[in-house]
Nanobody
Framework: QVQLVESGGGLVQAGDSLRLSCAAS????????MGWFRQAPGKEREFVAR????????AYADSVKGRFTISRDNAKNTVYLQMNSLKPEDTAVYYC?????????????????WGQGTQVTVSS
């Protein structure tokens, strides 16, 4: 069992940066691939980024590539999402997710554990 708690969301202006954190419980954090997803009002939850259990393999949605960076610190049981050059269309609730896997995937259905989400609002 893994419990995930996101933090770091907030209200920012377009062009600003935010760093989201996701703290995981349990002693086997390094065995889980991690992902970040987001859900805007009236839309389906969508993939943002994923990172392998070791941290050496990452993938991003085209909409955030070059602006967002996913990373993890297995010693701290934490995964991060650094978001730069934020745009109003990045406004959403952001969720982290975990799956017992080497690489994870871009699919919502792959992940077994989810956090409660953190709101990110980007004003124009």
């Amino acid at each position: 069992q893994v419990q995930l708690v996101e933090s770091g969301g907030g209200l920012v202006q377009a062009g600003d940066s935010l760093r989201l954190s996701c703290a995981a419980s349990g002693r086997t954090f390094s065995a889980y691939a991690m992902g970040w997803f987001r859900q805007a009002p009236g839309k389906e939850r969508e993939f943002v980024a994923r990172i392998s259990r070791s941290g050496d393999n990452t993938a991003y949605a085209d909409s955030v590539k070059g602006r967002f960076t996913i990373s993890r610190d297995n010693a701290k049981n934490t995964v991060y999402l650094q978001m730069n050059s934020l745009k109003p269309e990045d406004t959403a609730v952001y969720y982290c997710a975990a799956v017992w896997s080497i690489y994870g995937s871009t699919s919502v259905n792959t992940y077994d554990y989810w956090g409660q989400g953190t709101q990110v609002t980007v004003s124009s």
